[in-house]
């Protein structure tokens, strides 16, 4: 079974929520960020992979034999060696992530209310294409 995720918050008439554009910008890069993002066109595991987005692609079947034995060699390291690892890695962005997701919350709850939005949500519920050649 294939499956194929989409970001459609530009379809919506919103702005993405918390730090989704920064941290995708950084894995898959602006360029092709940008294209995911602002058309909101769906893609599948391999592309989220080519993009950065996903350490790995598996077959259904292998996942969980997979992710039980990653758990498994990482339960056995130092955990003050992982703890310190994971905090070091992201340390350098946090503080721009909460800076984002401020910025980001603060368009998002503006935009909630805006007449693009109403527009995107009286289209789906009315099962119509919305129009938005009435905004600038």
């Known amino acids: 079974m294939i499956f194929a995720v989409s970001i459609p918050f530009t379809q919506l008439g919103q702005c993405l929520e918390f730090a989704l554009s920064l941290l995708i910008a950084q894995s898959a ?12 066109e769906p893609f599948q595991a391999q592309e989220a992979l080519e993009m950065g987005i996903v350490a790995r692609v598996l077959p259904a079947a292998e996942l969980l034999a997979f992710a039980q034995a990653q758990a498994a060699k990482l339960v ?33 709850s503006a ?5 693009e939005a109403k527009e995107a949500f009286t289209a789906f519920f ?3 294409k919305p129009n938005f050649s009435k905004f600038d």
């Open 111 to 115: 935009m909630l209310g805006g007449a």
């Open 29 to 40: 890069g602006y360029t092709r960020a940008a294209e995911k993002l602002m058309l909101g």
């Open 76 to 108: 056995k390291l130092p955990p003050a060696s992982i703890r310190t690892t994971k905090a070091l890695m992201r340390r350098a962005r946090t503080a721009h992530i909460r800076d984002t997701i401020a910025a980001k919350n603060e368009q998002f």
């Open 126 to 128: 009315e099962k119509r």
